[in-house]
Structure formats: C-alpha cells, structure tokens
C-alpha cells in the first residue's frame, strides 16, 4: 500500500518536474519574476485606460436616448437597444442618394486606390532597397520629406493640377494620389532592406530576370509589409472625406454623408454615437482580419542570412 | 583660377559620364522606379514647390499670384500675435507629446512582444485602435463636458474635490493638457505597428548569443541587441512621430472649438487653415506652411543623429 503511495508520489513529482522545466524553458533566462509582474500590470493598466474611450463610445451608440441626457450620467447602458443605428438608416434611407452608393463610392476608390498603390510603390521600393543607381538616395531622401508635409496647403496647387488633368469631380482625384503616398513607399523600402541580398544573388544566378526576382522572391518574403501597407492605406482612404475634389453628392463617401449627420446638432445625439461606431468599426474590423494574417506570415517567414 | 575651373569642369564631365554609363547599365531600375516617380512628382513633388513659391507672393485665388518678396513672412513674425501664439502651442504640443509618443509606442511593443501569441494579437489591437478610430476622439468632449453631465465632472464632484463644474474645454487653463491627453491616446499608431513587426523580426540567435556573452538584465538586452537590430524602424517611427506631433489640428479644432477661447488651443496648422481655406490668402497660407516644413526638417535632422547613436 505505502509502496504504491510513494510510487504514486513519485511520479507526480517527476511530472511537475517536466512541468516546471518547461515552464522554466519557456521564460528567458536573463528575466526577474518580480520585473516581470509589475511590467505586466503596468501594461495591463495602461490597455484599460487606452480600451475605456473606445468601450464608452460604443455603449453610448447602444444607449436609448433618455440615458443619454441622464443624471449622474452613466458609462454602461442598462437597457442597451440599437434604436440609434436603425434610426441612422432611416436619415440615410431619406437622402436622396441611396446609402449603397455612398458604401459603392468608397468601396470603389478604397479598393482600386489600394490595389495600385500596393503595386507601384512596391515596385519602386524594390529597386530603392537592392540595387544602386544614379539618383536613388536623392529620391528616397526627396519622398522622406515629402512625408512631413502637411496635406493642406498642398491641396491648392494639386487642385490647379487636377484640374488641368480635368479629373476634378470623378474618383480619380482621390485615386491617383493615393497611388503616389510617400508612406507606403518608404515602408515598403525599409522592410526589404532586411531581405539578405544573397537570396536575391541566388535567384540571378539561377537566370531569374529583374521583373522575376521582383513577383517570385522579393513579393512573397515582404507579405507582412504588404499587409501593413494595406492596412495604413485602406484606412487613409475610407478616412477620406474628398470633400474638396469632389462635389457632387452622388460621387461623395460614406464617411462624409455619416459625419454630415452626425453634425445635426442635438436631436441627432444618438445618431451621431451610432455614426461614431460605424465609422470606427470598419478600419478596426479590416485590422482585426489582416493583424493574425500579419502574424502567421510574420512566423513562418523565418528567414537566416 | 581658370585652370582649376577648367579641372573642375572636366572632373564634373567625367562623373556624369560615368554616372549616366551605370543609369545606361540600370535601364530596368529606372524602369521599376517610373510609374511611382511620375506620379510622386506630379502630386508631391510640384505641389510642394508650388506652394513655397506661393509664399512669396499675394494670391488670393481669384487674382493672378502677385510677387511681394518676404513680405509675408515679415508680417508672419512681427505682426501676427496670434500666429505667435500657434508656435508656441505647437512647440509645447510637439515636445511633450511626441518624444512621450514614441516611447509609449516603442515600449508597449516591445513589452508585448514576449507574450503568448494571442494575447499579444489581442493587445495589439487594443493599443492601435484608437489611432485608426475616425474621430472617435470626439467622445473626449462628452467626457470632458463643461456641464454637471460630464463625467470628469460628476466624478470629481462625487468624491468632493470640486463643488461647480469645470468648463474643461472653455477654460484655456485647462485646454492644452487636455488636447495632449487625447493626442498620447491616438499615438500609438503607425510607428507601434512598426515597432510590433520589427520586434518579431529580430533574430532569435542573437539573443541566445547575447546570454553566452553575459547580457544580465532585459535592458541591457534592450539596449544592446533589440535596439541596435530596430534601427531602420526606429526611423521610421521617429518620423512618424514627428509628423504627427506637428500637424496637430484636428484634435484642438473639434474639442477645443474653432476659433478656440483666446486662440488658446491654435496650432500652426489651425492658423493655416484659417487662412487658407476661410479666408482665401493662399500667399499667407503658403508661407506658414514652410515654415512649419522647416521646423519639421530641423527637428528631424536632430533626431536622427541621436538615433545613430543608439546602442553603441
């Protein structure tokens, strides 16, 4: 009987044993138990606080309209009802440009813009990273700056040139543009900078051309850059109000015609919250999906000089 | 003089030649280069210049733009207080918000790395969504409402530290710190991304070698081996950060009201907006413009060789 006691004791140590090993494994050795808590719940603090904006505004949205005008007022609804979001596709149903054109508008131009900037500034990263040619620091240095500008003063001259172009009141004024970002470009370049040369070599060696290293070697081992350019340029895009280019309301965004409701003063308060969801929702939402394709890519691109 | 004139011009002859014979060997980089070159100088490149030559001159739209010289810019300094006051706002947003900016990015980055895989998927998404939220930021103005249905306001009177309502966003005492606390919240953006995908970059035998070489603590790790491989990233970011830090005007114009009380929340860019699209003198506009450009550039130049000094 004790026998088979300690035998059992045994073998639970020698479990735990495994278990602690792995445990210890895991942790970095050069790591203190006591650092490790406090920095977690510092971080752990500090994503409350930045969570609580976005998680008010999303209760204020499901708040039916006496809670929102309530005193003392309250964070979390009690009775939560989307009133507010149905409410919102009524205004929309009554302006006379269907809302499905406003979502076809933006969907038209975030996607296309998108598409051709990923292309084109690709293209000119690849050349900008691995190969040396007359004039390739002068024009990395030249988009660099370019990326401080402020996009405001630069909206009259661009105006003169689309204009000239007659492109004024069509998608393209916003499209053609958004191709051109310095951002997305100099991403692009610092991330294949990382992609060692020799990879490149190789495929030269073995007969590739310029345009067959660019699709086959250099596109597939800088995914998780082309996501994060997708990400930063769908959400200028949808962010773009294309207010001043375009000025008939059946070419104009989503974003606009939402946030023109949601200036309507205080009968639309609850509208306005409901807008103020719809608008962040899509941006985090395309996040979320592209964010653990960003990651698997990121793991199984274990790429050693 | 003219024999070394003449040497300096065979020199140049010489180097442009051999330049133009290694474009001649690169055609297909030019090739590559092409569509985005094109594009970039028509919508980047021209305007830019457009504008700083705009600046120089008196243009209202309407009229053709008329040469005044620096007549612009002197008025800028001497005369326009309220622009005065915009640098000073703009200055004190930038160097409070932005260096705090990318730290917060870099940190919590860097913090989250070793996490398990989801969690860290999960807190990514909490620390970027703020930055890609819309206007989401104008929830603050309900949170810091000048009335008693505010909650900073309620809260704080809950507890008895104040017995009348604070006018948050009215007040220009309280104005500023607040827009600053709304720009910490949003700065988390592009630069943190940044941060997260070059930190999972990082070559895990270097911090194997790191151990053998006797790196006792995380910071020391973090200084000798995660930074110095962060290096490209970190450029990044530090643009990025200034960029944002410096245009700010969103944020001050939709909390703080446009014109703000006493214009105590006018930034730069606030000032140009209103002189560019409200008042229509492109010409006066144009020269704020370069200067904030200037100020950009200067800072970025000073940044950048602090960065070149990073873990060494």
Same mark, same amino acid.
């Given at each position: 009987?004790?026998?088979?006691?300690?035998?059992?004791?045994?073998?639970?140590?020698?479990?735990?044993?495994?278990?602690?090993?792995?445990?210890?494994?895991?942790?970095?050795?050069?790591?203190?138990?006591?650092?490790?808590?406090?920095?977690?719940?510092?971080?752990?603090?500090?994503?409350?606080?930045?969570?609580?904006?976005?998680?008010?505004?999303?209760?204020?949205?499901?708040?039916?309209?006496?809670?929102?005008?309530?005193?003392? +007022? $309250?964070? #979390?609804?009690?009775?939560?009802?989307? *009133?507010?979001?149905?409410?919102?596709? !009524?205004?929309? %149903?009554?302006?006379?440009?269907?809302?499905?054109?406003?979502?076809?508008?933006?969907?038209?131009?975030?996607?296309?813009?998108?598409?051709?900037?990923?292309?084109?500034?690709?293209?000119?990263?690849?050349?900008?990273?691995?190969?040396?040619?007359?004039?390739?620091?002068?024009?990395?240095?030249?988009?660099?700056?370019?990326?401080?500008?402020?996009?405001?003063?630069?909206?009259?001259?661009?105006?003169?040139?689309?204009?000239?172009?007659?492109?004024?009141?069509?998608?393209?004024?916003?499209?053609?543009?958004?191709?051109?970002?310095?951002?997305?470009?100099?991403?692009?370049?610092?991330?294949?900078?990382?992609? +060692? $040369?020799? #990879?490149?070599?190789?495929?030269?060696? *073995?007969?590739?051309?310029?345009?067959? !290293?660019?699709? %086959?070697?250099?596109?597939?081992?800088?995914?998780?850059?082309?996501?994060?350019?997708?990400?930063?340029?769908?959400?200028?895009?949808?962010?773009?109000?294309?207010?001043?280019?375009?000025?008939?309301?059946?070419?104009?965004?989503?974003?606009?015609?939402?946030?023109?409701?949601?200036?309507?003063?205080?009968?639309?308060?609850?509208?306005?919250?409901?807008?103020?969801?719809?608008?962040?929702?899509?941006?985090?939402?395309?996040?979320?999906?592209?964010?653990?394709?960003?990651?698997?890519?990121?793991?199984?691109?274990?790429?050693?000089? | 003089?003219?024999?070394?004139?003449?040497?300096?011009?065979?020199?140049?002859?010489?180097?442009?030649?051999?330049?133009?014979?290694?474009?001649?060997?690169?055609?297909?980089?030019?090739?590559?280069?092409?569509?985005?070159?094109?594009?970039?100088?028509?919508?980047?490149?021209?305007?830019?210049?457009?504008?700083?030559?705009?600046?120089?001159?008196?243009?209202?739209?309407?009229?053709?733009?008329?040469?005044?010289?620096?007549?612009?810019?002197?008025?800028?300094?001497?005369?326009?207080?309220?622009?005065?006051?915009?640098?000073?706002?703009?200055?004190?947003?930038?160097?409070?918000?932005?260096?705090?900016?990318?730290?917060?990015?870099?940190?919590?980055?860097?913090?989250?790395?070793?996490?398990?895989?989801?969690?860290?998927?999960?807190?990514?998404?909490?620390?970027?969504?703020?930055?890609?939220?819309?206007?989401?930021?104008?929830?603050?103005?309900?949170?810091?409402?000048?009335?008693?249905?505010?909650?900073?306001?309620?809260?704080?009177?809950?507890?008895?530290?104040?017995?009348?309502?604070?006018?948050?966003?009215?007040?220009?005492?309280?104005?500023?710190?607040?827009?600053?606390?709304?720009?910490?919240?949003?700065?988390?953006?592009?630069?943190?991304?940044?941060?997260?995908?070059?930190?999972?970059?990082?070559?895990?035998?270097?911090?194997?070698?790191?151990?053998?070489?006797?790196?006792?603590?995380?910071?020391?790790?973090?200084?000798?081996?995660?930074?110095?491989?962060?290096?490209?990233?970190?450029?990044?970011?530090?643009?990025?950060?200034?960029?944002?830090?410096?245009?700010?005007?969103?944020?001050?114009?939709?909390?703080?009201?446009?014109?703000?009380?006493?214009?105590?929340?006018?930034?730069?860019?606030?000032?140009?907006?209103?002189?560019?699209?409200?008042?229509?003198?492109?010409?006066?506009?144009?020269?704020?413009?370069?200067?904030?450009?200037?100020?950009?550039?200067?800072?970025?130049?000073?940044?950048?060789?602090?960065?070149?000094?990073?873990?060494?």
């Amino acid at each position: 009987m004790s026998r088979e006691n300690t035998k059992k004791k045994l073998k639970k140590e020698e479990k735990e044993q495994v278990y602690r090993k792995k445990l210890i494994k895991k942790r970095k050795p050069n790591r203190s138990i006591w650092g490790d808590f406090f920095l977690y719940l510092f971080l752990i603090l500090v994503a409350l606080i930045m969570a609580f904006p976005i998680i008010y505004a999303v209760s204020s949205a499901l708040k039916p309209l006496d809670e929102l005008f309530k005193f003392p +007022p $309250t964070i #979390l609804p009690k009775h939560p009802t989307l *009133d507010n979001f149905s409410d919102l596709f !009524v205004t929309m %149903g009554k302006s006379w440009v269907t809302f499905s054109r406003y979502l076809f508008n933006t969907a038209f131009i975030t996607f296309v813009g998108t598409f051709g900037h990923l292309i084109i500034a690709s293209m000119a990263a690849f050349v900008l990273a691995k190969y040396e040619f007359p004039g390739n620091q002068t024009f990395f240095k030249l988009v660099t700056v370019a990326m401080m500008f402020t996009g405001y003063v630069t909206q009259i001259p661009n105006y003169i040139i689309l204009n000239k172009l007659g492109w004024i009141d069509s998608y393209w004024a916003i499209i053609i543009p958004a191709f051109a970002s310095p951002m997305g470009l100099f991403l692009m370049k610092q991330f294949m900078e990382g992609l +060692p $040369t020799s #990879l490149i070599e190789a495929a030269k060696i *073995d007969g590739a051309n310029e345009w067959k !290293v660019f699709s %086959g070697i250099v596109m597939p081992n800088v995914k998780p850059a082309w996501m994060t350019l997708i990400i930063f340029s769908v959400q200028a895009l949808w962010n773009n109000r294309a207010s001043t280019f375009i000025y008939s309301e059946e070419k104009k965004t989503l974003v606009f015609a939402l946030q023109q409701i949601q200036s309507g003063g205080i009968a639309r308060t609850g509208q306005g919250a409901a807008v103020l969801v719809v608008v962040m929702i899509v941006p985090i939402l395309i996040f979320v999906f592209s964010q653990s394709q960003i990651l698997e890519t990121m793991a199984s691109s274990g790429l050693k000089d | 003089m003219k024999e070394y004139l003449q040497k300096y011009i065979t020199l140049r002859k010489h180097e442009a030649k051999v330049a133009y014979k290694k474009a001649k060997n690169r055609k297909m980089c030019y090739l590559f280069l092409a569509p985005y070159a094109i594009l970039f100088t028509m919508f980047y490149v021209f305007p830019v210049l457009a504008s700083i030559y705009f600046s120089f001159t008196y243009y209202n739209v309407l009229e053709a733009p008329r040469f005044i010289g620096l007549q612009n810019y002197i008025s800028l300094i001497l005369q326009d207080d309220i622009f005065l006051i915009g640098v000073k706002n703009t200055l004190l947003i930038a160097v409070i918000t932005g260096p705090l900016g990318y730290i917060m990015s870099f940190l919590f980055a860097w913090l989250i790395n070793e996490l398990p895989r989801w969690v860290r998927s999960i807190a990514v998404m909490v620390f970027y969504a703020p930055s890609i939220a819309g206007n989401c930021f104008v929830i603050f103005a309900v949170l810091f409402r000048g009335d008693a249905y505010g909650h900073v306001n309620a809260l704080l009177m809950k507890w008895g530290i104040i017995d009348t309502p604070i006018l948050w966003l009215v007040n220009p005492q309280y104005m500023l710190p607040i827009c600053m606390l709304v720009i910490l919240w949003m700065s988390l953006g592009s630069g943190f991304l940044s941060f997260v995908a070059g930190l999972q970059g990082v070559d895990r035998s270097q911090f194997e070698a790191g151990y053998m070489d006797g790196v006792k603590n995380r910071w020391q790790e973090l200084w000798f081996i995660t930074l110095p491989n962060m290096k490209p990233m970190l450029m990044f970011g530090a643009v990025m950060s200034i960029t944002q830090a410096f245009n700010v005007a969103d944020v001050t114009m939709q909390l703080c009201g446009f014109p703000s009380t006493d214009y105590a929340a006018r930034t730069i860019v606030a000032h140009l907006i209103d002189y560019g699209s409200q008042r229509y003198e492109m010409g006066y506009a144009c020269a704020i413009a370069t200067i904030l450009f200037l100020m950009m550039i200067l800072c970025n130049k000073a940044i950048q060789s602090l960065l070149r000094r990073v873990g060494t």
